[in-house]
């Protein structure tokens, strides 16, 4: 996507939702993206003001919400990185060593 461009684009359409990343990122990367983007749907986060911005020519009644933003700093980007997060760590089994113990006690899940 480029210098300064959003990490992941999502953009949601009448018939699906779709997720974009810099196919130049690393696996766990892009399954980071993903998961963010994903958080955004699952929080029914909307675009805002920066949607016009962003895509001018494009119909806003066709795309029902596109979001794309580069950084983590209002409220709603840091519930999707969080959620992200969450989801990212869910069902990762717990270890039974002195580290896994150890992140355990932290709140960590070792992967």
């Avoid at 806003?60 to 959620?83: I, N, W």
């Avoid at 869910?90 to 070792?110: C, I, K, M, Q, Y």
């Amino acid at each position: 996507m480029g210098s300064g461009a959003p990490c992941g684009l999502w953009l949601a359409l009448p018939a699906a939702d779709y997720v974009f990343y810099d196919p130049g990122t690393t696996p766990l990367h892009a399954e980071h993206i993903v998961l963010h983007e994903i958080a955004h749907i699952l929080c029914e986060h909307s675009a805002g003001p920066a949607f016009s911005h962003l895509f001018p020519d494009l119909d806003p009644e066709l795309v029902v919400r596109a979001l794309g933003r580069s950084g983590h700093t209002t409220a709603d980007e840091r519930e999707a990185e969080m959620l992200a997060s969450m989801i990212r760590t869910a069902g990762v089994p717990e270890r039974d060593d002195p580290l896994g113990r150890f992140a355990t006690a932290l709140g960590a899940h070792p992967l």
